[in-house]
């Protein structure tokens, strides 16, 4: 079986390759590491995804461990801290948007459950229909973003080719609900 093009060559220890074995297209359910997700692809607008990768650990730390509810509350002090955090990426508008799209999880929290309901919900939706429903909930959720948070969290297919090694793994990680 052969990997993944954008993996193939790269070393076992690679962050890259790791993220592509272990979580990449894996489902999540959690609603903290959904956000958490959601955050880095947001912040991986424009830069390549190595960068968010490396500075993962960083995101995780400046977001108090990506704690929904905790973001939820951050005020002028916490956007002044992150925009001067040269650990994490300092784009005013994504941290904005990640304050704004953890308020709106909480919303929909108290509406469906959880965030991991609320997709359920939208499941199964093409692309275009699941941009418009993120769209309309949360903020700096273009097409592309919306594709890899989906992708990366097992909800939409498309995350490994077919003859990847780690293609099955995921598909036998899906709950029953997700088209395979």
Sequence with gaps: MSYCKYVV???ENNLHKNYHDTRYGFPLADDNELFGRLLLEINQAGLSWDIILK???N?????DNFVIAKVARYGEREIFRLSN???IIRNHLKIKAA????QSILKLQA???SFANWLKKHHPQS???WTKSFKQTFKFTGGEIVNEFLM???YLPGAHAIDCPIYQKTIEAKPAWVSK
């Design 9 to 11: 060559e790269l070393a």
């Design 55 to 57: 500075k993962e650990a």
């Design 59 to 63: 995101f995780r730390k400046a977001y």
């Design 85 to 87: 955090d040269a650990g």
């Design 99 to 102: 304050i704004s799209n953890a």
């Design 111 to 113: 509406e469906s459950g």
């Design 127 to 129: 692309r275009l229909e």
């Design 152 to 154: 990366s969290t097992g």
